[in-house]
């Protein structure tokens, strides 16, 4: 049996030819990263959960009536995530719900003392919720799944500079609380968040 996970252009000309037998692996594939995104751009555990879940159902019945060329030329990664962004914006429309649980702590080691830990991860999301939405989407784009500016950009329909500038005003007022507080969680150094 082969381990390994396919790569986005193979699982798109799996799902041209068979939705049904493939779409479970294109689940596999993104669950995690669409979750870690909906959970640190706005959300808690169980609104995260949901608005996977969402997402993939959505992608589902869009696939489920697209012509077979339109479906191998799909950008899974990209265009997954930009469903997730979409029903998170649609479900914040109906909540006008602040969010509580953002988890951001990058690159930060698992502390010692787990009460420590949660008190890093608590202040990370207070800091990241601070920021605008479009900076908090971006800069957890950015930062935390790896997406260039120009996957970005055409995730969030913006042009790469605005997305650009985002990320730079984001990080630029997480240096600033961090600067402002008594020093950034996990011991990072303000100089350490950068674009």
């Known amino acids: ?14 799902l041209a030819l068979d939705l049904d037998a493939t779409f479970e692996a294109v689940v596999r594939a993104h669950q995690d990263r669409l979750f870690t995104i909906a959970l640190r751009t706005g ?7 949901e608005l996977v879940q969402d997402a ?4 589902y019945r869009a696939l489920s009536v697209w012509p077979p060329p339109r479906i ?11 469903i997730l962004l ?4 649609n479900r914040a429309r109906v909540k006008r719900v602040p969010t509580t649980e953002l988890a951001f702590d990058p690159g930060a080691e698992p502390a010692a003392d787990p009460l420590a830990r949660r008190d890093e991860r608590e202040t990370w999301a ?5 920021l605008s939405p479009a900076q908090r989407t971006a800069v957890v784009l950015r930062h935390v799944d790896g997406l260039s500016y120009a996957e970005i950009a055409e995730v969030v ?19 600033t609380a961090l600067l402002a507080s008594e020093g950034p969680p996990g ?8 674009a």
């Open 86 to 89: 979409n029903a998170g914006r």
């Open 1 to 14: 049996m082969d381990d390994r996970r396919p790569d986005d252009a193979e699982l798109a000309a799996r």
């Open 43 to 49: 959300g808690d555990r169980s609104d995260a959960e």
């Open 157 to 175: 329909g913006r042009p790469e500079g605005t997305v650009k500038a985002h990320v730079h005003r984001g990080l630029a007022t997480l240096r």
């Open 72 to 82: 191998r030329e799909l950008r899974l990664r990209g265009w997954l995530t930009t």
């Open 56 to 59: 993939f159902v959505r992608a």
């Open 187 to 194: 011991g990072l150094r303000a100089e350490e968040i950068s």
């Open 126 to 130: 207070g800091l990241l919720a601070s």
